[in-house]
């Protein structure tokens, strides 16, 4: 996202604080930039609590560059409209069950030129490695899971929410209409497709969706 100094930056499903401590070091010691900030806000007050423990003792608490609040990405009230320079949310979009509010909620909060950011399950498009994925995700991970935890269901809850992820090709056409340009197909693939970033930038002269 290649961050510039003294930007604002809402993290949305971030309660973990992965990607705000990824950014503020990016921050500090890229740009030599103390100014940047960080508002995390989460639907599940747990994960809040987990990031607010990780982020207790540093400066960036102390400095007031990390702020945390409970939200929803389908309706995020309490955020002015053209408020941040940047939005991510990184493997959150699956849990939403209304994906296009979500991309309109990102959108409005978003100053004119500011960036969207999505990280994602994704699709394997080659049938051969979709079915080794497949049976890894199905057979192999469950197995071991219930072997050394009690957190099968959980996990199994957590691939079929990934699957049903649309492919990264209908959904960059979401974010397309969400009004967000993205640039050529718009998305990344990681790891031959496990893993798929989406990247859209709100028009500077782009009138305000209702």
Same mark, same amino acid.
């Given at each position: 996202m290649a961050p510039s100094p003294g930007e604002k930056l809402l993290d949305?499903? +971030? +309660?973990?604080? =992965?990607?705000a401590m990824r950014y503020l070091n990016y921050q500090d010691k890229v740009n030599g930039d103390r100014t940047s900030t960080v508002h995390v806000v989460d639907f599940n007050p747990g994960m809040l609590s987990v990031g607010k423990r990780r982020l207790a003792d540093t400066q960036w608490m102390r400095d007031g560059r990390v702020t945390f609040a409970q939200g929803d990405a389908e309706n995020l009230v309490d955020i002015l409209d053209n408020s941040f320079d940047a939005y991510t949310i990184s493997l959150g979009m699956h849990n939403l =069950?209304? %994906?296009? %509010?979500? @991309?309109? =909620?990102?959108?409005?909060? @978003? %100053?004119? +030129? +500011?960036r969207f950011a999505c990280l994602e399950f994704g699709h394997m498009d080659t049938q051969i490695m979709r079915s080794i994925y497949d049976w890894q995700c199905y057979k192999v991970n469950p197995f071991i899971i219930g072997l050394l935890t009690n957190s099968r269901a959980s996990y199994e809850q957590l691939i079929k929410s990934a699957r049903g992820f649309p492919h990264q090709r209908e959904f960059v056409k979401a974010v397309r209409n969400a009004g967000f340009y993205c640039h050529g197909q718009g998305y990344e693939t990681i790891r031959r497709g496990i893993m798929v970033a989406f990247f859209g930038i709100k028009p500077k002269h782009a009138p305000q969706k209702e």
């Amino acid at each position: 996202m290649a961050p510039s100094p003294g930007e604002k930056l809402l993290d949305v499903a +971030g +309660g973990t604080c =992965e990607i705000a401590m990824r950014y503020l070091n990016y921050q500090d010691k890229v740009n030599g930039d103390r100014t940047s900030t960080v508002h995390v806000v989460d639907f599940n007050p747990g994960m809040l609590s987990v990031g607010k423990r990780r982020l207790a003792d540093t400066q960036w608490m102390r400095d007031g560059r990390v702020t945390f609040a409970q939200g929803d990405a389908e309706n995020l009230v309490d955020i002015l409209d053209n408020s941040f320079d940047a939005y991510t949310i990184s493997l959150g979009m699956h849990n939403l =069950e209304n %994906k296009d %509010k979500a @991309l309109s =909620e990102a959108y409005r909060v @978003l %100053k004119p +030129g +500011g960036r969207f950011a999505c990280l994602e399950f994704g699709h394997m498009d080659t049938q051969i490695m979709r079915s080794i994925y497949d049976w890894q995700c199905y057979k192999v991970n469950p197995f071991i899971i219930g072997l050394l935890t009690n957190s099968r269901a959980s996990y199994e809850q957590l691939i079929k929410s990934a699957r049903g992820f649309p492919h990264q090709r209908e959904f960059v056409k979401a974010v397309r209409n969400a009004g967000f340009y993205c640039h050529g197909q718009g998305y990344e693939t990681i790891r031959r497709g496990i893993m798929v970033a989406f990247f859209g930038i709100k028009p500077k002269h782009a009138p305000q969706k209702e």
